[in-house]
């Protein structure tokens, strides 16, 4: 059976294609045939709303879970920050590979608008709410279209400074020398991590990409995943989480914002490997307990 290709589908920007490539070159060296398929997403292509005003969890995925479940391609590569916590029906997970840098970074044109008035970029609530958090003074844009636009886009504007996740950057070498990691922000689930899904009645495919998952990248961005998924209940919101396991233990960091960052609510727990089971969903109910439920609320109240 190694004789059937396997048609990989991509989003065809620059770093999905990356992505695609990689996990290309991992089932080639297995001794797999492969061939890529690069699929337009709607996301890709309205790029004068924000990504949370187009009402589509999932937007980036959407069309190449259409093409897989229109037997168009046999597997897709993914973000997998960018991936809706539930996969639709006959799409499973099939390999997480091994989690790259999951820091935000702030690529600037100079710093000292830091202690004063500045305008940043970006087309995430949750980076919004976390620079408001801490700079309440300043001005935050919507920034959207892929990693390259965006970054052409900060040059040709009068913005100070715009945020990215390193990762993305740094896999299509993009990473400029005027950065600055913001290792005080949390990041999204997942973030940095690559999730390759395939059709769940596809055994050969699901047993071939399962040589390519990374298990300490899936226990922890399962974690920050669950957490999400309790948080939420299909509404976007600033969520943060961050689960690292340094030796035997794990330790988890989950924060919601209000939208305009006021208000943070906050949990930092630590387990043992292997006792992880529910952590996210646990951690998830502490904050709604601790006043998540209201700033939950008030998000839904303000996206209607």
């Given at each position: 059976m190694l004789n059937k290709t396997i048609r990989i589908g991509t989003r065809d920007s620059e770093l999905a294609l990356w992505q695609a490539h990689t996990v290309q070159e991992c089932l080639e060296n297995l001794g797999h045939k492969t061939e890529l398929v690069p699929v337009k997403s709607t996301g890709d292509i309205v790029l004068d709303k924000p990504l949370y005003e187009l009402?589509?969890?999932?937007?980036?995925?959407?069309?190449?879970?259409?093409?897989?479940?229109?037997?168009?391609?046999?597997?897709?590569?993914?973000?997998?920050?960018?991936?809706?916590?539930?996969?639709?029906?006959?799409?499973?997970?099939?390999?997480?590979?091994?989690?790259?840098?999951?820091?935000?970074?702030?690529?600037?044109?100079?710093?000292?608008?830091?202690?004063?008035?500045?305008?940043?970029?970006?087309?995430?609530?949750?980076?919004?709410?976390?620079?408001?958090?801490?700079?309440?003074?300043?001005?935050?844009?919507?920034?959207?279209g892929n990693v390259n636009t965006r970054m052409q886009k900060l040059t040709n504007s009068n913005w100070n400074a715009a945020i990215f996740a390193a990762a993305g950057l740094e896999r299509i070498d993009l990473k400029p020398e005027n950065y600055i990691d913001l290792d005080w922000m949390v990041p999204a689930p997942a973030q940095g991590a690559m999730l390759v899904v395939a059709k769940?009645?596809?055994?050969?495919?699901?047993?071939?990409?399962?040589?390519?998952?990374?298990?300490?990248?899936?226990?922890?961005?399962?974690?920050?995943?669950?957490?999400?998924?309790?948080?939420?209940?299909?509404?976007?919101?600033?969520?943060?989480?961050?689960?690292?396991?340094?030796?035997?233990?794990?330790?988890?960091?989950?924060?919601?914002?209000?939208?305009?960052?006021?208000?943070?609510?906050?949990?930092?727990?630590?387990?043992?490997?292997?006792?992880?089971?529910?952590?996210?969903?646990?951690?998830?109910?502490?904050?709604?307990n601790n006043g998540g439920e209201e700033v939950m609320k008030e998000i839904k109240t303000m996206m209607k």
């Open positions: 009402g589509i969890t999932g937007i980036f995925t959407k069309t190449l879970d259409i093409a897989m479940l229109n037997d168009d391609i046999d597997i897709a590569v993914h973000s997998m920050k960018d991936v809706p916590t539930a996969l639709p029906k006959g799409i499973v997970e099939a390999a997480i590979l091994e989690r790259a840098n999951v820091n935000d970074i702030l690529v600037h044109k100079g710093l000292d608008f830091l202690n004063s008035s500045g305008t940043i970029a970006t087309g995430s609530l949750r980076r919004k709410a976390q620079w408001l958090h801490k700079y309440p003074d300043h001005n935050v844009v919507d920034l959207r769940e009645d596809d055994d050969f495919c699901k047993e071939a990409l399962a040589k390519l998952n990374h298990e300490k990248s899936e226990i922890c961005v399962h974690i920050e995943r669950e957490f999400l998924r309790e948080l939420e209940g299909g509404c976007t919101a600033p969520i943060g989480a961050l689960a690292k396991i340094e030796g035997e233990e794990i330790q988890f960091k989950g924060v919601l914002f209000s939208l305009d960052g006021k208000e943070k609510v906050e949990v930092i727990k630590k387990v043992t490997v292997g006792a992880e089971q529910g952590l996210g969903k646990i951690c998830a109910q502490e904050v709604l």
